[in-house]
């Protein structure tokens, strides 16, 4: 498929998605909120597209994913006038991930530099076309959580919120507790040209992307009785990470990328062997 072809197509996903959410949701100057904040989100994207490009770099792509977060979830918040429970609950979950891997993986992209854009940041059109997804990833993730902020009729928090809050904070906990054991990892000398299997990841391959499906689906959970008509596509949130994580972008990547640095290493065959991709499960005792 072309490229300028895919951007269109990601175009009109994320207006479908706007008008999904839009439904039964606040206005602002007779524009929806939703709509609105799907709008602002990808034209964050195409901006730094722009310096990106001039710079063939990639140092500000994980950055202006996390400042989309939270800059659409806090304006959801602000224009919608609601301080309701799940709307401010929502907010404060949503900014608080996207601070905290904002800032992990900005250290990190710095450090090390993203081997995903080696190729695509010398041309224009797939940089852009990278930008333009990452705009339909937060529009597509955050939708439950924008739709039940801008709703015109907030409901009453009930249990489901104190259920989606569990998930989250074990979501949450397990990407934290991840990512620091692998940065700890990677900052011994001695670890040079090795792969983690300690911790977290001898129960799991990807633990911290585990992590981010409990807390995406917490968030939906607490999203959950506020959505109404059109509103319940939202619901696609945490399906839809899953789908980049296991499908696309996260495990096929780095498992392919394992397999060349490791895959004739019997140590790596048998801990892939034993543990699992993504549910952690018990080490096996051998």
């Known amino acids: 498929m072309r490229i300028p072809l895919m ?34 989100a990808m034209a964050i994207q195409w901006l730094v597209f722009l310096p990106s490009w001039w710079k063939r770099s990639e140092h500000a792509f994980d950055l202006t ?35 905290r891997l904002g800032s992990f993986l900005f250290v990190r992209v710095h450090r090390h530099g993203d081997e995903r854009f080696d190729a695509i940041k010398q041309k224009p059109l797939h940089l852009l076309l990278a930008f333009s997804l990452q705009g339909l990833w937060v529009i597509l993730t955050a939708g439950a959580a924008l739709a039940a902020i801008t709703t015109n009729q907030p409901q009453a928090a009930g249990p489901l919120l104190v259920i989606g809050l569990g998930f989250w904070l074990a979501g949450f906990a397990m990407e934290v507790v991840a990512d620091e054991q692998k940065r ?15 911790g977290l990841w001898a129960w799991s391959r990807h633990p911290n992307y585990f992590g981010e499906i ?42 392919r990328r394992a397999e060349k640095r490791w895959g004739d290493d019997p140590a790596y065959r048998r801990w892939k062997a034993d543990t699992p991709a993504l549910v952690p499960r018990p080490p096996r005792k051998r």
């Open 184 to 198: 700890r990892f990677r900052l011994d000398p001695a670890n040079s040209g090795r792969f983690i299997r300690n």
């Open 214 to 255: 409990l807390l995406w689906t917490g968030i939906t959970i607490i999203a959950l009785p506020a959505l109404q008509g059109w509103q319940w596509l939202m619901l696609v949130s945490p399906l839809f990470v899953v789908w980049l994580l296991t499908r696309v972008s996260g495990i096929p990547i780095l498992e």
């Open 7 to 40: 951007i269109l197509i990601c175009l009109l996903v994320v207006a479908a998605i706007a008008f999904a959410g839009s439904d039964h949701g606040r206005l602002v100057g007779g524009i929806p909120i939703f709509a609105l904040c799907a709008a602002i």
């Open 65 to 99: 994913g996390s400042a989309t977060y939270i800059l659409i979830t806090l304006l959801a918040l602000a224009l919608s006038g609601h301080r309701d429970p799940r709307s401010v609950l929502l907010t404060v979950l949503v900014v608080l991930w996207a601070l």
